[in-house]
């Protein structure tokens, strides 16, 4: 059994629910960034949580943890985020105001 530090139990009833709150903050930074400059530094932050997501994915799945298809959702969910295009998703939002 491997070693896990005593204030990892704190966090373990909210490990469920930090993956999808990561993947839909950091799709919601990257998307919602008018500025060029700014948008670049988010989409680098996006694309870092969607390494973050993707290894606390495969941890749930290896685990067998019963959170597994959530997990798997919001790392979907930010593929498919990343390859929307931004042009569609302003197109989208300036219709709908």
């Known amino acids: 059994m491997p070693y896990v530090p005593y204030w990892f139990e704190f966090f373990a009833s909210w490990f469920p629910w930090i993956v999808p709150v990561l993947s839909l903050m950091s799709l919601w930074i990257a998307r ?38 959530l997990h798997t959702a919001s790392l979907g969910i930010m593929v498919v985020g990343a390859i929307f295009p931004h042009c569609h998703f302003d197109a989208d939002m300036t219709a709908t105001e």
């Open 32 to 69: 919602l960034c008018d500025d060029s400059r700014i948008r670049s530094n988010a989409e680098r932050i996006y694309f870092i949580m969607m390494i973050i997501v993707a290894t606390a994915t495969l941890r749930t799945i290896l685990a067998n943890e019963p959170c597994w298809l």
